[in-house]
């Protein structure tokens, strides 16, 4: 049950037994070489994944055509190149990804970083991979 009416599909409001969601409830997932994911929050509007990635781990260089991304480091400090630019950044902070921007996170620490993905809209089905 709703708490209130929506007045368009846009305003909708959350079920009242809204889940509490953590890295122990939520979806999980396998990525890149020892990585893991926790899907939090899996809208088409809006996804938030906490991710996890192992000292010396990278993904592969991508863009997003549609979605704009941020993401919050946790614990750790996670290397996101930007466009070309090498970013540090470190626990408590974070970075905005604009869609059509070519980046791609690493560790290239010696200790585990924590971090949150937010994507709006949802990056399923809206990701090119690039080489190199």
């Not at 192992?54 to 750790?76: C, D, I, M, N």
């Not at 970075?95 to 971090?115: C, T």
Request: hydrophobic fraction near 30%; include cysteine; glycine fraction near 8%.
């Amino acid at each position: 049950m709703l708490r209130h009416e929506p007045k368009s599909e846009e305003n909708r409001c959350w079920p009242e037994a809204t889940v509490k969601r953590s890295v122990e409830n939520a979806e999980h997932y396998h990525w890149g070489d020892r990585c893991d994911g926790w899907v939090l929050s899996p809208s088409p509007d809006m996804m938030v994944i906490q991710e996890r990635m192992p000292a010396g781990t990278a993904e592969r260089r991508h863009v997003h055509g549609k979605a704009r991304q941020f993401f919050y480091v946790l614990s750790g400090e996670l290397a996101m190149e930007l466009e070309g630019t090498r970013h540090l950044i470190t626990a408590m902070s974070g970075i905005e990804i604009p869609p059509g921007s070519r980046h791609q996170a690493r560790n290239d620490s010696g200790a585990d970083v924590h971090f949150l993905v937010v994507s709006s809209p949802t990056t399923r089905g809206d990701r090119t991979d690039l080489d190199g």
